[in-house]
């Protein structure tokens, strides 16, 4: 069995899509991964520190390339909406083009377009969403999704501005926050609209509470992963979108 090798791009703050990730693809039936991080530093989830984050994005691909790796996920989410509309194509776009410069091709992704795609595979035009943020980029975040089509009901900011302690918002008050959420007509919950926001444990027993799907930034990279690569997109325990096999999708 081949192993395929995932490259993460990620804050050098964020420790919880290094763990989500990998405990998700772990369950895949029919291959396995490895995983190759590279880390942009940031630590307090502002405007500024997510411009210079981004900045550092050409090393970090430069480096993931020297590992040959079989794809690269841009993973931050908010650090893409924060920057305006569409830009999770255009960073795609350009990492696609260094890779290709050096006469590589791995899928190149990123946790804003996953997000994206996943909720278009699900067929949700309406939604709610938890975010850590703290309100001005949370709203960024919702006009961002917004520009794509999606309807975005009713949000949260849980106000968390240190990346590190976004990584240890307790599930319980996640999932507050997604009880205090006018859920009616929507046809998804996005349970933790950010990578670092620890949220794997919490999606069933939310499908389950509220009778939506539900899915994270770390499902819908998941997913997003696993259909570029062209391998079945059925992984236990992770919610509707991960329950059933989706077209394989073609390069963006």
Known sequence: MTTRRIGL???SSNVTVETEVPALLGRHAEARFSFHSSRMRMHQVSPEELRAMNAQRERCVSELADAGVDAVLYACLVALMAQGPGEHR??????TEQLAAGGQRPAVLSSAGALVEGLAALGARRIALVTPY???LAEQVVAYLEAE???VLDWAALEVGDNAEVGCIPGDRV???????????????VISACVQMPSLDLVEPAEAEFGIPVLSAATAGAFTLLRHLGLPTVLPGAGTLLAAPQPASAAR
């Open 90 to 95: 255009r960073t795609e776009a350009a990492v």
């Open 149 to 151: 089509g999606l309807e």
């Open 175 to 189: 999932l507050d926050a997604a009880r205090a959420l006018d859920l009616s007509g929507a046809d998804a919950l």
């Open 9 to 11: 791009v990620v804050p």
């Open 134 to 136: 703290l309100r001005p």
